[in-house]
Structure formats: structure tokens, C-alpha cells
């Protein structure tokens, strides 16, 4: 179902500029007038439903284009602890392909990072020597004193989504799976471990965690402890209600409102109904 014409989706669309964007990309700014990123705008209109067909994404696919292929710069204060340009580009290219696959530059980076993710679960568990090795040799950095970006974070995991051989893949969504940290943006915890309280936060994003993995059409088989606990979640009227403090405005609500406790059942059965599809298909 699409949300396009809610509130939520009308008020972020009126706050993207000319360019195509919404002030700094990845971090809020006291020197940068909005009041959320680009990076926030983009999660929380996919999540409504929002394609590359829509005026508004095609404005900001092109913006993260021209800042991709240097025409243009995002407006972030540069980090210093790491290689800045790439994690940029890491940053751009992920959610350039987030909403289209048909983008030479960010695909340029997506073949980059799926040979230096290949190249780590050679043998089919994670080495880091192996990591390190083809991430200095492919993307030649990092520069002295730069940390290397872990594998475990969500722009690598979204970037190379259909691009990994299937054994890689396995390898690369189980690693992911039992990572003590989850996926860094996403999700602060083990996947494999389930949320031991289902009407929070936490749950919603343990969802978001879910849905990233379950892009990985070879290792759906093993997000099957999911769908258990959701099954055990789901109310005997068949849907699911994750409580009025899941509204966090990024993944909840879709609807314009949540006054009506059926509203708010209906959009997490509608969320977490799209996951199942997706899991046992």
C-alpha cells in the first residue's frame, strides 16, 4: 500500500530544496537550517511508498548524482576518522540504489564493494586480514590515521543487494546476523536474538534490521527465527499492534494519524505482512 498523500509525505516534500536535497546528507547541523537530512527525508518517504518514478526522488537521485561524480559536494562537515570521500561515495551510492539500479556511478561503487565483500568470505567465514587487503587495494585508502569502514554497517549491506555469488551472500548474512552490534544506523543488537519486548522501539527497528537481510534472496531460509517470533506476536484477530511508542516519525506512522488504535494496527499488520510475504515466499 502507498502513503504517498499523507501529511507526512506532503510536509517532507515541501521542505526539499531546488538541488534536490534536505540540507546535510548524514548528520544534522547547527550551521545547516533543517530540520532533517536528506538521508532522513529519503528512509522516511521509501518507507511511505515513495519510487524512483516520483518527481521528488528523481530530483534527489539526481542531486546525489552530481555529488557522487564531484559536480557538486554534500554540505556535511568532513570526518575526519575516516576516509571521507569513501564513505561518501559509500553513503550516495547506497541509497542511489535504494531507489534505482540503472545509475553508472553508483553502481561503479557498488562492483567495488562486492569485491571487497567477496573477497573476505573467501573461504566462507569473514577475514579481516583478507578484508583489509582488498579494501586498501580496490579503494586505495585508507590515508594514515583513517579507520577502515566495517562491512557490518547499513550502507555496504544495502549497496550490494543482487550482487553477491550466492555463497557469498549466506556467508555474508549469517556474519551479519551474529554480529554482536547488529547493523550500525539500523540496529544496535545480535539479529539472532529477538526482541524480548514487542510493543517497543526497538522491536521497529529490529523490523528495519529484518527487512534489510531479507533483501538477501539466498539466506531468507535463515531469518526463519523471525518469522517465528512474529507468528507469536500476531493477535488472534490476525494482525499485529506494536504500540502507540513505535511512532518515531522514520518508520511509523503511515497513516496521518494514530488516534484510532485500529489505524496503528493496520500499519504494523501492513509492515510486518510485507516482511512474511518476503521471508516465505
Known amino acids: 500500500m502507498k502513503h504517498k498523500n499523507t501529511k507526512w509525505a506532503h510536509n517532507i516534500i515541501s521542505l526539499q530544496d531546488n538541488e534536490g536535497k534536505w540540507g546535510c546528507f548524514h548528520s544534522l547541523s547547527q550551521f545547516y537550517n533543517s530540520p532533517m537530512t536528506t538521508e532522513q527525508a529519503l528512509r522516511r518517504l521509501q518507507r511511505l511508498g515513495f519510487t524512483i518514478d516520483d518527481d521528488c526522488i528523481q530530483k534527489a537521485v539526481g542531486y546525489m548524482n552530481d555529488c557522487l561524480t564531484g559536480k557538486k559536494e554534500i554540505p556535511d ?4 576518522v575516516q576516509d571521507w ?19 553508472a556511478a553508483a553502481n561503479n561503487v557498488a562492483r567495488q564493494w562486492t569485491e571487497i565483500v567477496t573477497a573476505a568470505f573467501d573461504n566462507d567465514v569473514f577475514d579481516y586480514e583478507k578484508y ?55 540496529y544496535d543488537s545480535k539479529i539472532t536474538v529477538v526482541p524480548k519486548e514487542f510493543q517497543s522501539r526497538k522491536s521497529s527497528r529490529y523490523l528495519a534490521a529484518i527487512e534489510l537481510l ?21 493477535k ?18 503511515l497513516s496521518d494519524n494514530w488516534r484510532k488504535a485500529e489505524t496503528r494496527e493496520n500499519d504494523c499488520t501492513e509492515r510486518i505482512t510485507e516482511i512474511l510475504d518476503k521471508l516465505t515466499e
Open 77 to 80: 562537515r568532513k570526518e575526519k
Open 85 to 103: 570521500t569513501v564513505f561518501s561515495n559509500l553513503m550516495l551510492a547506497a541509497w542511489i540504489r535504494r531507489f534505482t539500479k540503472d545509475n
Open 132 to 186: 583489509v587487503n582488498s579494501y586498501c587495494r580496490i579503494l586505495r585508502t585508507p590515508p594514515k590515521g583513517a579507520r577502515i569502514i566495517d562491512p557490518t554497517i547499513f550502507y555496504p549491506i544495502s549497496l550490494v543487494t543482487g550482487l553477491l555469488d550466492e555463497k557469498t551472500e549466506r556467508a555474508f548474512a549469517e556474519h551479519i546476523m551474529n554480529n554482536e552490534g547488529g547493523i550500525y544506523y539500523i
Open 214 to 234: 531479507a533483501e538477501y534472496k539466498n539466506s531468507r531460509d535463515k531469518l526463519q527465527f523471525a518469522v517465528q517470533w512474529l507468528k507469536e506476536n500476531q
Open 236 to 253: 488472534s484477530n490476525g494482525k499485529w499492534d506494536m504500540g502507540i511508542v513505535v511512532n518515531d516519525k522514520v518508520y511509523f506512522p
